[in-house]
């Protein structure tokens, strides 16, 4: 079975930096693509960072290219969301997404401007 887990969520003020750990367990990981999603009240879920298997190759929703990096380390089945001058705007449910098929129960970031 396949488990999911989301961490590193909070409460920040316009401007910090939070880091998000997804692991993933029950699954080849160093085989699986990665994304992260966030859901605001009341929108659709959105994309927001891809990460290939390896690490090498990523991809980026517009509203959080420059500001957010997504990376993994396979070794411990992990992979992480750096989120970098956070926005009011930032604030939503962060989803991890293992091998497209399975989610976590998120992760709430908060932002205050």
């Known amino acids: 079975q396949v488990h999911v887990v989301e961490s590193g969520g909070g409460s920040v003020q316009a401007g910090d930096s939070l880091r998000l750990s997804c692991v993933a367990s029950?699954?080849?990981?160093?085989?699986?693509?990665m994304k992260w999603f966030r859901q605001a009240p009341g929108n659709e879920r959105q994309f927001v960072a891809y990460?290939?298997?390896?690490?090498?190759?990523?991809s980026y929703a517009d509203s959080v290219k420059g500001r957010f990096t997504i990376f993994r380390d396979n070794a411990k089945n992990t992979v992480y969301l750096q989120m970098n001058s956070l926005k009011p705007e930032d604030t939503a449910v962060y989803f991890c997404?293992?091998?497209?098929?399975?989610w976590g129960q998120g992760t709430q970031v908060t932002v205050s401007s």
């Open positions: 990460i290939s298997a390896s690490g090498s190759s990523t």
């Open positions: 997404q293992a091998a497209i098929a399975h």
């Open positions: 029950g699954l080849r990981f160093d085989t699986s693509t």
